[in-house]
């Protein structure tokens, strides 16, 4: 819906008391305060952002929260997928209390799916939980992470595996902050926009092969276009199921896999988040193709959209040399998507046409690693 007193392009997740709106626009940060005062009220705001994020647009949102008449403390915490951890968590929390915040407090994430992760989880256990905004300024974490409540930091025995679910009160997604990405971000959100063309709207996807490499390189129209169909397709399925007992489990296309990469390769600079759902959503359509579930051309189709835009497909583009594929079941053993011991699995009858299965055999999935890691 659109937002008359503002123009801005709103969505709407139903999810009855704990319901929220997107926003999706250019210019929205400097305006934040102006949505977040009806929200907080007379209470305390404690901005959580990183190290890359606030010398950008700290400041921008702190003078809107000013011009609202918001009070308002920040905190800093290292830029990176390391900060997704118990000890950054417990630092974090302490510098919440020593805000002086209490249960009418709210936090809000400025930044990418590392800072919307922490911060939402820290607000979920902080006073038993508290209301947090998320301000998503990465592609990734404006097509994905930001909405739905999910929340968690990583493990040493996997990522995402200590969380809550735990709903935003407001998501304010500022298009402009997309200018300041570099390349390489851009592609890993591109990634997850795929995704959703992949899962169930084909329509979707042929549009993504003729317009995103323009989305990419910075044409605002097609990102604005990726963006909301991105985050109402997530809505949609978030509203049926918020705590992924069923169809939501499809929005974890490629990740079963990807999960699995990241965690080999030390969740370091060597491989993103987004470039790991890449090449796990062909290792989905391949494995989906081998066993003669999806015709073989959809496979190729997705690979040659992804090399197009310079995503990464295969392992082979991975430094794999001391890697198994018994290590990597291992990981997918651990993944949060696990049910009773069994690997759920997100695969595909064709583009457009994802499903869930429960009933992978193992050795299916070893000979396909195998072949990736031996090509």
Request: proline fraction near 2%; charged fraction near 20%; glycine fraction near 10%.
């Amino acid at each position: 819906m659109t937002d008359a007193s503002s123009n801005n392009i709103l969505l709407h997740l139903d999810l009855g008391d704990r319901s929220y709106d997107i926003a999706v626009d250019d210019g929205l940060l400097g305006d934040a305060g102006h949505h977040i005062a009806p929200l907080i009220g007379d209470g305390r705001a404690v901005i959580v952002s990183d190290s890359n994020v606030a010398p950008l647009y700290l400041g921008t949102l702190e003078n809107s929260l000013d011009a609202a008449g918001i009070d308002h403390a920040s905190v800093i915490v290292p830029a990176g997928e390391a900060s997704k951890s118990f000890a950054q968590l417990e630092s974090l929390t302490d510098e919440i209390f020593k805000a002086g915040i209490d249960r009418k407090s709210m936090l809000i994430a400025l930044g990418g799916g590392v800072i919307g992760d922490l911060c939402g989880f820290a607000s979920a256990i902080t006073m038993r939980g508290i209301d947090f905004i998320q301000i998503p300024t990465s592609l990734l974490a404006q097509v994905d992470s930001s909405v739905g409540g999910k929340t968690g930091i990583n493990s040493s025995f996997g990522k995402n595996l200590i969380g809550a679910f735990h709903q935003p009160r407001l998501v304010i997604a500022d298009l402009a902050s997309l200018d300041t990405l570099a390349p390489r971000e851009m592609r890993g959100g591109y990634a997850e926009i795929i995704k959703y063309g992949l899962i169930n709207d084909v329509e979707f996807f042929d549009w993504l092969e003729n317009n995103g490499q323009a989305l990419i390189n910075g044409d605002r129209d097609a990102q604005r276009h990726a963006v909301l169909r991105s985050c109402a397709a997530k809505a949609d399925v978030v509203a049926e199921d918020e705590k992924e007992n069923g169809r939501r489990a499809l929005l974890n296309l490629g990740h079963t896999f990807g999960h699995a990469l990241e965690a080999e390769t030390g969740y370091g600079d060597a491989l993103t988040h987004g470039e790991a759902v890449s090449i796990g959503m062909c290792m989905a359509f391949d494995l989906s193709a081998r066993l003669n579930l999806c015709p073989e051309e959809d496979a190729a189709r997705l690979r040659a959209h992804l090399q197009s835009v310079d995503l990464p497909t295969d392992l082979g583009d991975l430094d794999t040399a001391s890697w198994t594929a018994d290590a990597l079941i291992a990981h997918m053993g651990m993944d949060k998507k696990t049910e009773g011991g069994t690997v759920v699995f997100i695969m595909a009858r064709g583009i457009g046409k994802a499903f869930i299965s429960r009933d992978i055999a193992i050795g299916d999935v070893r000979t396909l690693l195998n072949d990736a890691l031996n090509g």
